[in-house]
């Protein structure tokens, strides 16, 4: 069965450091998404991508962050310059459809722990 | 923007009864209303959802119920399993590119 992977599973930076995360998508979606998961706490939205640009993204998701389709599989979260806050499991996302009204599928989670 | 609250944050059901947790959402224009469960070390994975044109969707052990005049939605899991312990997130979405997630219910299911 297709699946969204990711990796790292678990990344330990310093604060200041930049950070990427990477997400293999299953290979026939269109809509590319990142949520974070601070521990126990709710999925959030970050930012959504289709056709190769952003097509929304929340308050969460300022300068500091930014993504990319950098060829046919591969998509990524680049974090800048970490901060404490940013420690979360960041959960890579795809969809047939727009997430907005169909179901997306999940990759199993990069935990960022920043220091 | 949306704004989806979900209730109660924890649950515990001894084995074989019902289950049911509630969220509500702010926007009215909010259409698709999908239930994740999330086991743990995993990401969340979708178990049922309804949309606004349907008031309740049946899967087995699973329904879900939606009434858009109070901006309210539920899970019913009825005959509960242990394996059926997890964490449950109700969400909301208007038809764009973004979905809301509730905070989530940790379902204890006792053997």
């Known amino acids: 069965e297709p699946e969204v992977t990711q990796t790292p599973s678990h990344q330990v930076t310093q604060m200041g450091q930049e950070v990427i995360l990477r997400c293999v998508p299953i290979s026939n979606h269109l809509y590319f998404y990142w949520y974070r998961q601070i521990l126990g706490q709710k999925v959030e939205f970050l930012v959504s991508?289709?056709?190769?640009?952003?097509?929304?993204k929340s308050e969460i998701f300022d300068d500091q962050f930014s993504v990319e389709r950098p060829d046919g599989s591969n998509f990524t979260l680049k974090i800048r310059s970490t901060k404490l806050e940013d420690s979360a499991m960041y959960f890579c996302a795809s969809s047939e459809a727009s997430g907005g009204i169909g179901e997306l599928f999940f990759g199993e989670g990069s935990r960022l722990t920043v220091l | 923007g949306e704004n989806v609250e979900q209730h109660p944050s924890t649950l515990s059901v001894q084995e074989g009864d019902s289950a049911v947790i509630k969220c509500t959402y702010s926007?009215?224009?909010?259409?698709?209303f999908p239930w994740y469960k999330q086991e743990l070390g995993k990401g969340p994975q979708l178990i049922i959802d309804?949309?606004?044109?349907?008031g309740e969707k049946k899967d087995q052990r699973i329904a879900v119920t939606l009434n858009k005049t109070a901006k309210h939605f539920s899970l019913h899991i009825t005959e509960t399993q242990p394996e059926d312990s997890a964490v449950y997130f109700c969400a909301a979405s208007t038809g764009g590119f973004k979905t809301i997630f509730g905070a989530g219910t940790r379902l204890f299911v006792k053997a």
């Open positions: 991508f289709y056709n190769n640009e952003i097509s929304e």
């Open positions: 309804i949309r606004s044109n349907v």
């Open positions: 926007d009215s224009a909010s259409n698709y």
